[in-house]
Structures are given as C-alpha cells and as structure tokens.
C-alpha cells in the first residue's frame, strides 16, 4: 500500500536528511565511553536498515510514490525510538564528542537527531552544543553544516550550506538557500565539495534525476514551489 500524498513531503525530508554515516572502525585512539560508541553504532544500524528499504522502494518505482506503509511506519518506530534515546543521552553525558565516542560516535550521534524532525527544539537544543563543541574541535564541521540547513528549514529560513532538498515527482530539488553566489565558498569552508558534486551524489544514491535548482532564493524572493 502507498502512502497518500498528504504525508509524502514529510516522508521526503526525512530520508533527505540523511548523511552517509561513517563506517564503525576501531578508533584511533583511546574513547572516553565505549559503551555509548556502540550503542551509537547500534542505533544507526537499525536507522539506516529501515531507510534504504524505503530508499529500495522509491528507487524501483521511480518516486517516493512507491514507498509502502509498511516501510515508512518502521522508519517513523525507529525515529520515535531513537529520539527518546538521544534525548537520555545528552541529558546524561552532553553532546556526545569525538574524545568521548570517536569520530564515528559522534558523527551517528548527529545523524540520530538529524532524523529527529519531530522534535525540532530539541534538534535546535543539540545544535547549539554541537556548536560549542566544534570550536574545540569535538565535532566534525560538515555535521554541524547538516544540522545547521535542518533547524533552519524547520524555522523556515533559507539554509546556508545546501543540504537539504525536496523530491518533485521523480526529481530531488535544492531547497531554498541564503546567498547561493558564494555557497560553495561556505561549504568548502567546512571541507564540504561542490554543490554540484551533492546533488549528483543525492541522485545517484536515490534513483532520481536532480531537477533545476527551482527552490534557490535570491533576493529577489523565491523561484520555485515547494510541496
């Protein structure tokens, strides 16, 4: 059974929001909490297994039409789940850094609240102190350039690192961004490739076709309609 249009864009932002998440290797050096390195791991496991089911399903039917409800409802358990479990954690230790999980650990922390839509005070709660911490060099920048675009959209505010997209039928489109002349001047600020080189990425790895950049603002306001 497919979902009904009503809910499609919601299902849209939450695959989009996904980043690649790291490979789990051994750390380089000694990690503060390895229990909550692995039980990171863990979650991002279950969270990427239930978003490439639906990333399989788009991919065969040309368009996120085809995800079944089946798919999405084990993708919205798995949020709910990981979203309670986030919230102990940084109640518990804080914003889970490099020195305390590793690089890995910390990276599946943030892509765990990335996915945390439905709870956007607490992704705006998890930015801040990601922030503070990638001034000491606890978090990778390029996730808190993700997070960034993620609060922002929530807020309905153009993003800054072109990170965030809408699927438009069979094609995925930049959603709305703050200064598009110099953004890959901010990205490759944070070691971030070109936006071009994201957008072909995106295509490659759901199936689809990257449609004109209708959702880019200039100054002049905005050229393209989003769902």
Known sequence: MNQPRAVMPALAAMILACGA????QAPSGPVANARLRLHLITMVQADQAAR???VKQMKAHGSIAGISKTAATA???VDTSDLKAMKRIVRRYG????PMVGRDGAHDAWLLVQHAD???RFQMQCLGLMQRAFTHRGVDGIDVAYLTDRVRKAQHERQLYGTQATFHGGTIVLDPVEDPANLDKRRARLGMGTEAQYLKQMAQVYGLAVGSKAGVRTNGGTAGKKR
């Not at 998440?21 to 789990?24: F, G, K, S």
């Not at 914003?95 to 490099?98: A, G, L, V």
């Open 95 to 98: 914003w889970p850094t490099i």
């Open 21 to 24: 998440p790291l490979a789990a």
């Open 75 to 77: 993708m919205a358990k």
């Open 118 to 120: 439905k709870d956007p």
């Open 52 to 54: 490439m089911e639906m």
